[in-house]
């Protein structure tokens, strides 16, 4: 049967625009809140939000969190990554580009879109793969909205970003940890991150 009408639910990675004015601004995909007690993350053959597990320890994400729909951390990531940590035969993560949201704003649930600004990024290896952190603010956040780069950032909320994802996969006895952090970066290079991702987007899913 042929059916003009769209009755389907856009997959978040890939049927969501990132955004008309990226990646100057971003249409952001809200997985997990601050309160969320265990993990979530998209499905990528659904589209739903899948619990992917517990949090190993008491310690929760301290901003939202998500993705920017139809980017990739695949060759063009890494490369960069590569060229900025001097480390060799890095990957991609083989997902969307994630970011994280400041806000001041009260919101209840994930399974959202909004609207950010990117002011910076958390430059993160994960088991020699590149998986960086996109930092950014909701657009027109009555607080934070003002922050254009990372240095507008109050330093003890990069802290705490730094400290969950340093430690989000840490068990007690693990002698050598899986992840490494190498630097913080501010808005130019964040934004260069989110066009590499799109470009890596391109090359992976668009024929």
């Given at each position: 049967?042929?059916?003009?009408?769209?009755?389907?639910?856009?997959?978040?990675?890939?049927?969501?625009?990132?955004?008309?004015?990226?990646?100057?601004?971003?249409?952001?995909?809200?997985?997990?809140?601050?309160?969320?007690?265990?993990?979530?993350?998209?499905?990528?053959?659904?589209?739903?939000?899948?619990?992917?597990?517990?949090?190993?320890?008491s310690?929760?994400?301290?901003?939202?969190?998500?993705?920017?729909?139809?980017?990739?951390?695949?060759?063009?990531?890494?490369?960069?990554?590569?060229?900025?940590?001097?480390?060799?035969?890095?990957?991609?993560?083989?997902?969307?580009?994630?970011?994280?949201?400041?806000t001041?704003?009260?919101?209840?649930?994930?399974?959202?879109?909004?609207?950010?600004?990117?002011?910076?990024?958390?430059?993160?290896?994960d088991?020699?793969?590149?998986?960086?952190?996109?930092?950014?603010?909701?657009?027109?956040d009555?607080?934070?909205?003002?922050?254009?780069?990372?240095?507008?950032?109050?330093?003890?909320?990069?802290?705490?970003?730094?400290?969950?994802?340093?430690?989000?996969?840490?068990?007690?006895?693990?002698?050598?940890?899986?992840?490494?952090?190498?630097?913080?970066?501010?808005?130019?290079?964040?934004?260069?991150?989110?066009?590499l991702?799109?470009?890596?987007?391109?090359?992976?899913?668009?024929?």
């Amino acid at each position: 049967m042929n059916n003009k009408n769209n009755n389907f639910v856009s997959h978040p990675w890939h049927g969501i625009s990132p955004g008309d004015k990226v990646p100057n601004e971003v249409d952001a995909f809200i997985e997990m809140l601050p309160t969320d007690t265990v993990k979530y993350e998209v499905d990528k053959e659904s589209g739903y939000i899948r619990l992917d597990r517990p949090q190993k320890f008491s310690n929760h994400c301290p901003s939202l969190y998500g993705f920017i729909p139809r980017t990739y951390c695949g060759n063009k990531v890494a490369e960069f990554s590569s060229q900025k940590t001097l480390k060799k035969e890095l990957k991609g993560d083989g997902d969307p580009l994630d970011i994280c949201i400041i806000t001041s704003s009260h919101i209840s649930h994930g399974n959202i879109l909004m609207t950010v600004v990117p002011i910076g990024g958390i430059r993160m290896i994960d088991k020699n793969e590149a998986d960086d952190k996109i930092i950014a603010v909701l657009k027109g956040d009555t607080i934070f909205g003002h922050m254009k780069d990372i240095h507008h950032c109050p330093a003890e909320l990069i802290d705490k970003l730094r400290h969950y994802f340093l430690t989000y996969k840490v068990m007690p006895d693990d002698e050598n940890p899986v992840v490494e952090i190498t630097g913080v970066y501010g808005a130019d290079e964040a934004r260069q991150v989110i066009k590499l991702s799109l470009k890596d987007y391109e090359d992976n899913f668009i024929q």
